[in-house]
């Protein structure tokens, strides 16, 4: 190797990563759901999964998660299911907070999957592309590893 050597005069230490600006919740957002995006939208912004084209998706996930904690505080305030006489007897029947709570998960399932919030989606997403099929059988086949 030719040239100097570096002495630790000249050698610049490396400057720690400015953060990245965490957008704001948006202003229609219920109180619970801005404290979803608060606890959760730095950590996006690490990844760089929380671009401004994604916010109103993002707002539509936090909404999902707000619902899932209300709806489960009133279901275990209330209980998940009541009793009704029918004209088969006394039957034991779901609450609507327990229906809706199961639609709130799947929401926030389906849109969690786009950001990665669980560990299969977010390793599918840290994983890269796919790659392109013919390319790699074109390389095979002239010899590439």
């Not at 953060?19 to 996006?44: G, N």
């Not at 009704?84 to 809706?100: E, I, L, Y």
């Not at 709130?104 to 997403?125: C, H, I, K, S, Y």
Request: net charge negative.
């Amino acid at each position: 190797m030719k040239g100097r050597k570096p002495s630790m005069e000249n050698v610049v230490p490396m400057r720690e990563e400015m953060p990245k600006p965490v957008p704001a919740a948006h202003d229609l957002m219920s109180d619970a759901a801005k404290d979803v995006w608060d606890r959760l939208a730095p950590e996006l912004i690490k990844f760089d999964r929380l671009k401004p084209h994604f916010e109103d998706i993002f707002a539509a996930y936090c909404e999902s998660v707000a619902d899932v904690i209300e709806l489960s505080s009133n279901i275990a305030l209330e209980g998940r299911t009541y009793s009704v006489q029918t004209r088969n007897g006394m039957q034991q029947k779901k609450t609507a907070n327990w229906q809706a709570r199961q639609d709130a998960l799947a929401n926030m399932r389906q849109l969690g999957a786009l950001f990665g919030m669980t560990p299969v989606d977010e390793a599918r997403l840290s994983s890269g592309s796919q790659g392109d099929l013919f390319n790699d059988l074109l390389e095979k086949l002239r010899g590439g590893d």
